[in-house]
Nanobody, 119 residues
Framework: QVQVVESGGGLVQPGGSLRLSCVAS????????MGWYRQVPGTERELVAV???????DYADSVKGRFTISRDNAKNTVYLQMNSLKPEDTAVYYC?????????????WGQGTQVTVSS
């Protein structure tokens, strides 16, 4: 079993910052990609940022220049530093981790953490 747990969400004023964390644990050979998605009720889940095992990151256009994804491979952890937050960033943020097992790759989702940007 592989578990993914997010933390760091909350309420922040426009222009503020938050840092999300996500830790993966369980039985796997290694972690491939790690990423963050977000979802607003009534809409589809969308990619925010993803980072490869080699540390290469990619971002949705809406967050480029404001959000930074990073990972600590020794801790099986991925972070999302969110700066200059806007009300439209309000959503449930989900961590997504792809792990390598002996005969397959498996994608695991976290339970989500709420981010609310409001004055």
């Amino acid at each position: 079993q592989v578990q993914v747990v997010e933390s760091g969400g909350g309420l922040v004023q426009p222009g503020g910052s938050l840092r999300l964390s996500c830790v993966a644990s369980g039985s796997f050979i290694r972690i491939n990609s790690m990423g963050w998605y977000r979802q607003v009720p009534g809409t589809e889940r969308e990619l925010v940022a993803v980072i490869t095992s080699g540390g290469s990151g990619d971002y949705a256009d809406s967050v480029k220049g404001r959000f930074t994804i990073s990972r600590d491979n020794a801790k099986n952890t991925v972070y999302l530093q969110m700066n200059s937050l806007k009300p439209e960033d309000t959503a449930v943020y989900y961590c997504n981790v792809e792990v390598r097992k002996p005969f397959s790759n498996t994608v695991v989702w976290g339970q989500g953490t709420q981010v609310t940007v409001s004055s």
